[in-house]
């Protein structure tokens, strides 16, 4: 069947006609949308520009947030971390039974890319010292975290405490 010049006209104008309805079916929802996420940004911008922080406010809310250094190599972590470790254990007067010991190094999680490793020690202190070192373990740049504590009270001495303490950090 050939089609007339006057047919291939009315084609040619339906095809421009659905053309024109899909464009301003989609289109509408799509300047809806550009609108509403322009609008949302100038709302964040406005919130950004209107949060003033004075220096003293900046540095006392920085001084609440915990320090962490990225790992390092495993021996050089280890070092590092018991150092720290044993310096804050001195502080707070921890007097320890036996050295601190280096656990095995651990996957964290499958296809995390770094190892926990754990440092283990136990000994004897105060209520109060206790209460010390658990304030001040996380001022350790490299502490992930507490593994594990157990306190055993003296029953002649109340105030002294039988402690073992485990604590953690990432290698690489």
């Known amino acids: 069947m050939k089609l007339s010049e ?7 104008i339906g095809a421009v006609g659905v053309v024109a309805i899909l464009v301003f079916r989609f289109g509408t929802t799509w300047v809806e949308r550009w609108t509403e996420v322009r609008k949302s940004i100038a709302d ?6 209107s949060i003033r922080i004075d220096k003293a406010q900046q ?7 915990p320090l962490f250094e990225d790992p390092n190599e495993e021996e050089e972590q280890k070092i590092r971390f018991r150092e ?5 254990l001195k502080k707070a007067g921890f007097k320890r039974g036996e050295p601190i010991r280096v656990l095995r190094a651990r996957r964290a999680q499958a ?3 770094y190892k926990l490793l754990g440092l283990h020690t136990r000994g004897e202190c105060k209520f109060q010292q206790v209460l010390d070192l658990l304030t ?8 992930v975290g507490i593994e594990e504590m157990r306190m055993e009270c003296d029953p002649k001495k109340r105030q002294k405490f039988k402690i073992d303490l485990t604590v953690s950090t990432f290698v690489k």
């Open 44 to 49: 964040k911008r406005a919130t950004l520009t």
């Open 136 to 143: 001040n373990l996380y001022e350790n740049p490299y502490l």
């Open 111 to 113: 296809g995390a890319g």
């Open 6 to 12: 006057r047919d291939k006209w009315a084609l040619k």
């Open 84 to 88: 720290k470790f044993s310096e804050q």
């Open 59 to 65: 540095k006392r809310l920085m001084s609440i947030v």
